[in-house]
């Protein structure tokens, strides 16, 4: 029934405010072919705000316009949003700067995130100036707008607004991390708050209050019960394990919990859904590629 949901969802028109939840890649710096790295769409009606930029988003944004999603055609991706600088939610930044462009985007890539984010979005162009001086220059048509980043170092609070979206950042704990950030997004009809990598914390259900989606990341705590004290150390001090989350939901009341970058090891998704739902009374599942919520 789920499966037949989400596919009915990603044929159906939306209205001009309709909003949904597009996961473009739930994965870890893991490399597993179906799974690509972390980034999340907003998608209003026809207009998209990308959370991360895990490696394989821009071909996930198009197999999901080929689904249906008007909002993730190539114009049109030029607002995102970085949680921190961790590659694995970073390495498809130039993807999402040029490819786009280079299939006719026009709008320069807004990019909002901690600080460092101005200066990755700077060398990343140097370290592609010869491609955007051929394709500007040489015999292939090109604008010279589309390729341009106007990238912004925020701090904690409102971060973006326009007549579709309101965009709240707030510092979460991940690490050693100076800045990290989870995003609350709030459209005409829903209410959405994204994790982003984070230890456990009271700041999640701060920010949902009954939200319409919590997003979420979560590692298994049997399985990391059989990792090294060294890996736990580490885990516990980045990551939130399967029943946090679920404790955390229970007192932020979200109506739909999804997990993302899921850490199962050796243990299954399945479990990992058993475990939040030992301290969850509501609907949670386990995002997957593509999948809309």
Known sequence: MRFLLLALLLVLPASAQDTRVVMLGTGTPNPMPDRSGPS??????????IVDAGPGIVRRA????????EGLHMTKLSKAFLTHLHSDHTVGLPDLMLTPWVLERTDPLQLFGPEGTEDMAHHLLKAYERDIQIRLYGLEPAN???????????????????????????NVPHGSWPDAFGYRFTTPDRVIVISGDTAESDIIEQMCQGCDVLLHEAYSDSAWEKRTPFWQNYHAGFHTSAKQVGRIAQRARPKLLVLYH???WSSTL???????????????VNAEDLGVY
Do not use: H, P
């Not at 198009?62 to 999603?69: C, L, N, R, S, T």
């Not at 701090?155 to 707030?170: C, I, K, R």
């Not at 399945?270 to 969850?280: A, I």
């Open 40 to 49: 999340v769409a907003i998608v209003v009606g026809e207009t998209s705000y």
């Open 62 to 69: 198009q197999a999901a316009y080929d689904k249906g999603i």
């Open 144 to 170: 010279n707008t589309g390729w341009r980043v106007e990238a912004t170092d925020i701090a904690a609070g409102v971060v973006y607004q326009d007549s579709l979206v309101t965009v709240e950042a707030f």
């Open 262 to 264: 899921q850490l199962e």
């Open 270 to 284: 399945d479990t990992l859904l058993e475990e939040v739902r030992s301290e969850f009374d509501g609907n949670v």
